[in-house]
């Protein structure tokens, strides 16, 4: 069974991992592709910089960020390659899937509440949206306080103050 995971340098990124275990231990043949997608830089910033500056920049980022994952592979036996891609992180991923041809794209994600995610839409959902790949999230911690109350109550706190100046 060939497995994508897509990973940024979150814990919650990590979540396929004990899963993949699971299914090891169960006999199953993994093959893992582990990925980083690195953003585009600005227009502004590749103006003033040499095209290996930035791409010495992203291999760095791209190590650090698969690094946990890798060395969680490792331990546990579980054979991985190790990709990393520029671009839009969903487009990104779907397209590596499709070029792979791999049978599902495992994706650990964190908790975050409604509005953020209205806000920020989901890499996952992007994902979902652009490969007929199967694509299990696996949700991991919770949604802050901070993010749960403060904010919205901000944002209400400034469209009141807003509404009461007019």
Known sequence: ???????????????PIEYL??????GVQLEVLVLN??????????RFTSRAARDGVRAERSRAAMAK???????????????AEVGTPAERIAAVAEREQVDEVMMGVGRHPAWL?????????????????????????RAGAFER?????GVAGLAALLLAVE
């Open 69 to 83: 994952a890798i060395e969680a592979l490792s331990m546990r036996n579980i054979p991985f390659r190790a990709l």
């Open 117 to 141: 995610r209205w806000v920020n839409p989901s890499i996952a959902h992007g994902v979902m949206e652009r490969t007929d790949i199967p694509v299990t999230v696996l949700a991991r911690g």
């Open 149 to 153: 109350y403060a904010v919205p109550a």
């Open 21 to 26: 275990e699971t299914l090891a231990r169960s």
């Open 37 to 46: 997608v690195q953003p585009r830089f600005h227009r502004h910033v590749a």
């Open 1 to 15: 069974m060939k497995i994508l995971i897509p990973v940024d340098a979150s814990v919650a990124a990590l979540a």
